[in-house]
């Protein structure tokens, strides 16, 4: 069935670097894309969107790319610190406002 | 602080019983989310309801329920407990018209 889905479920990058967490889709429908930042024992917290009508969206320290031929989603962030350890994941809203959100990558920071 | 709040923070519970999550928006939003968290299913979307209504479902059994009160906060109402429902629940908010929503802290449900 349709389903947002997360390449790698943990991701290890050192202070500093860039990262680069990646998620593909199925459903060609979906109008929305979004990114949530996840830190243990809270809610899911906003970090970026973007619609299907665009290829990238820049944020502060973070960038959206969207590639609707392949169905792939991508979330880059510069100079990735500590702060940055978390579960990220993408949704998407295929329908409505309701989010249908992938299983989450971990990113860890190193020092 | 999303300004989305949720009550009780823990909850644990036995088998068959039933059980009531609370949440307020945030000041100004009309849309309420429910959404249910578990390490195998992920993060996976329960019900909405805007100004009252109910406007979209998504994967919720039969035995949990929900409904949005005239000052907008919302309850989560979970029957027949069994040990699979043991997850994270969380409540979300938006204004009219939009995706992004704003996650509360989360109730989190333990059925032994």
């Known amino acids: 069935g349709e389903s947002v889905g997360l390449h790698l479920p943990t991701l290890s990058v050192q202070e500093g670097d860039n990262s680069i967490i990646n998620c593909a889709y199925s459903?060609?429908?979906?109008?929305?894309f979004i990114w949530y930042k996840q830190e243990s024992g809270k809610g899911p917290q906003f970090i970026i969107d973007?619609?299907?009508?665009?290829d990238k969206r820049q944020g502060q320290r973070v960038t959206v790319l969207l590639n609707k031929t392949v169905k792939h989603l991508s979330l880059q962030i510069a100079a990735t610190q500590p702060g940055d350890s978390a579960v990220y994941f993408c949704?998407?809203?295929?329908?409505?406002?309701?989010?249908?959100f992938g299983k989450g990558t971990s990113l860890l920071v190193t020092p | 602080d999303s300004g989305v709040t949720q009550t009780p923070k823990h909850l644990i519970t036995a088998t068959g019983q039933r059980v009531t999550l609370r949440c307020s928006p945030r000041s100004g939003d009309l849309s309420v989310y429910w959404y249910q968290q578990s390490l195998d299913q992920g993060l996976q979307f329960l019900i909405q309801y805007y100004n009252g209504e109910e406007r979209a479902k998504g994967n919720i059994l039969e035995r949990f329920s929900a409904q949005q009160f005239p000052d907008l906060h919302s309850e989560l109402n979970l029957s027949s407990l069994e040990l699979g429902d043991s997850a994270l629940y969380f409540c979300?908010?938006?204004?009219?018209?939009?995706?992004?929503?704003?996650f509360g802290p989360g109730t989190r449900l333990t059925v032994t």
């Open positions: 949704a998407e809203s295929p329908a409505g406002y309701a989010l249908n």
């Open positions: 973007i619609r299907s009508n665009m």
């Open positions: 459903n060609s429908a979906s109008d929305y």
């Open positions: 979300a908010s938006s204004v009219e018209g939009s995706y992004e929503q704003y």
